[in-house]
């Protein structure tokens, strides 16, 4: 027992010394998720979208048009850069504008002599983002115009306000979000791109830590030390998991508040799904750097894998709408699991029951991952060559 934990401690401590002793590998395994969590975080530290630029074609020029114009540079979202009676002047830098809304003449006239005239609105569909809130915007001004008119309209009838009111609405709309409820785009993202970053960094040390053992021939002084595979892998892993884990509590307890994001209340949860997640990368990271004994090869391949594995994941796009197919490529990637469960930590304040579901798939990647590797250790150490 004690020769096996003199033996971890002095591997241990030489895998940290070849870490630390490879300038490019540190400045990548703890820049990287720093640089772009600052990098995101200043991006979307406005948090929402807002003032997007809104174009006007007002063929009708009338108080009610103008009217129209003041509360659509009004709305939140919206900023109404132009106002014009010609669709010439627009269709040149039409690539400027998120919107356009055409105001057709005689609509005021139109609306007095109830002739239900339409307001055309055409929305850039380039940026789908930028798009949406425009439109969100957009319907949201005219909608509530719309029903102000129309009340307006019954009042001159004769009828009472509330009277008028209640005719023109038969039912009213209570629209409450909750997580995320001020739709706060740099809450969506930062975790996202930080899971990711943290998956290729990660992925890239596992790739190098054996490949390079088996390039520069060193495997005979691991073997010198122990012959034992368990500690071999716990020395060459349990390293990388302390670095991690030290890393990612950095990103939470520094990066997260410095951007107005809250710490997650179940530190528990965190610790234990954080845990399962670089466990499942550093198993997958030592299987592929002992099938493909080369640093190239390996890096190379473990690339390929994180590269897509953002798009797949379902944070930005659900699951649900892919093939099958690439569904079933998905659920073995540990980004896929992490980045769901860590949805609901940060958005749901969930507890480990809330997550059962994510943390099962990356227990049985780390099994399989971690077992395959210890199989290809033992069969290291049993061979005769280095």
Not at 14 to 29: G, M, P, Q, T
Not at 226 to 252: C, D, E, H, R
Not at 343 to 367: G, N, Y
Request: hydrophobic residues 50%; contains cysteine.
């Amino acid at each position: 027992m004690k020769k096996g934990i003199k033996a971890f401690i002095a591997l241990s401590k030489r895998e940290l010394k070849l870490f630390f002793s490879n300038d490019v590998l540190i400045a990548v395994f703890f820049g990287a998720p720093i640089f772009f969590g600052i990098l995101i975080g200043y991006t979307y530290q406005q948090a929402s979208v807002k003032d997007l630029a809104v174009a006007v074609i007002d063929q009708d020029d009338t108080p009610l048009s103008h009217k129209i114009i003041d509360a659509l540079d009004e709305n939140f979202y919206l900023s109404v850069k132009k106002v014009t009676p010609k669709e010439a002047d627009i269709q040149s830098e039409i690539y400027n504008y998120e919107a356009i809304v055409r105001i057709p003449e005689g609509f005021e006239g139109a609306i007095n002599y109830k002739r239900h005239p339409h307001i055309q609105v055409e929305v850039n569909g380039a940026n789908m983002i930028t798009g949406n809130y425009a439109n969100i915007g957009i319907r949201t001004v005219l909608g509530t115009l719309n029903a102000g008119i129309e009340i307006i309209g019954l009042q001159k009838k004769g009828i009472p306000v509330e009277t008028a009111k209640e005719q023109w609405e038969a039912f009213a709309i209570d629209d409450t979000r909750y997580f995320n409820a001020t739709s706060n785009y740099l809450l969506f993202m930062l975790p996202g791109i930080l899971g990711a970053v943290m998956q290729q960094v990660y992925l890239l040390a596992m790739a190098l830590t054996f490949s390079k053992e088996h390039e520069g021939n060193t495997f005979l002084e691991i073997k010198a030390i122990t012959k034992n595979p368990l500690i071999i892998f716990l020395s060459k892993s349990i390293p990388y998991w302390v670095i991690g884990m030290a890393l990612w509590a950095g990103i939470q307890f520094i990066l997260l508040p410095f951007f107005k994001i809250d710490i997650p209340i179940h530190q528990g949860t965190v610790f234990l799904l954080t845990s399962a997640f670089i466990l499942s990368l550093t198993g997958l990271g030592i299987m592929v750097s002992w099938i493909l004994p080369s640093q190239l090869k390996a890096t190379e391949v473990l690339m390929v894998v994180s590269t897509p594995s953002f798009i797949l994941s379902g944070f930005t796009w659900p699951l649900e709408a892919m093939p099958s197919w690439i569904q079933y490529i998905a659920t073995c990637i540990p980004l896929t699991h992490f980045l769901k469960a860590t949805r609901k930590v940060l958005h749901f304040e969930a507890d480990v029951s809330a997550i059962t579901t994510e943390l099962q798939p990356l227990f049985i990647i780390s099994f399989i991952t971690c077992l395959t590797s210890l199989f290809l250790i033992f069969l290291k150490v049993r061979s005769k060559e280095n």
